[in-house]
């Protein structure tokens, strides 16, 4: 099935839409964070290099081919290889949000984290939405290793948090790649406000029960 004039259009929408909400509300800055959706023929929307999701132009959004070659709008996203590792290992993604967002990398910085499991379990929003959070190591920006390293871990988790850079994404659907990294930023900013306190997360067995099968 070829994706409609229709669905792209609707699509393109979104993510403008979608970008200028995130970067009203301050999660994510300049021209930090990218955007893709999959459409129905398993070609790509995806934010431009150097733009700011505070100011997409829908007509301008990259489109790249299923082989993800560049076909059409600016030259896409130097991270554009997050987006389709996270495609390649996960056939029900259908988009993938990326941010720089502040308190998501704040704990991404932090030392004596669980790198299978980043966060607790703080609440049942996050981890119905997220479920488990790995830390993908340090790799420098467009450094082919870590396009390898979020390949290996994206076919058993949807969301990923890239040491020293900020998290990773897929959902079904734009909306649900969206709230979930909210839900992501705002579990990182509880996180950060209970250092050095006595917390008490969900038990193993109540998180258990709410995770996502994915």
């Known amino acids: 099935m070829t994706a409609t004039i229709s669905q792209a259009t609707r699509e393109r929408d979104a993510i403008c839409r979608v970008g200028k909400s995130l970067f009203d509300r301050g999660l994510t800055a300049g021209s930090t964070g990218n955007i893709s959706v999959r459409l129905t023929d398993g070609s790509t929307l995806m934010t431009p290099t150097n733009s700011s999701l505070g100011d997409l132009d829908p007509a301008r959004l990259s489109l790249l081919d299923p082989d993800s070659n560049h076909v059409s ?78 390949e290996a871990m994206a076919g058993e988790h949807h969301a990923l948090l890239l040491a020293n850079h900020g998290p990773v994404v897929a959902g079904a659907t734009l909306a649900e790649a969206q709230y979930a990294v909210e839900e992501l930023e705002e579990t990182a900013k509880l996180f950060l406000m209970l250092e050095g306190r006595a917390i008490r997360p969900l038990t193993p067995e109540q998180a258990v029960a709410l995770r996502p099968r994915r």
Do not use: Q, W
């Open 73 to 150: 709008g600016d030259k896409p996203t130097k991270e554009a290889f997050l987006h389709s590792c996270m495609y390649c290992e996960r056939e029900g993604a259908n988009a993938v949000v990326h941010l720089h967002s502040t308190h998501s990398v704040a704990v991404s910085v932090l030392d004596g984290l669980d790198p299978a499991d980043v966060l607790p379990p703080l609440t049942a929003y996050y981890v119905m939405r997220i479920g488990k959070l790995p830390l993908v190591p340090y790799f420098p920006p467009g450094d082919v290793a870590l396009a390898r390293a979020v």
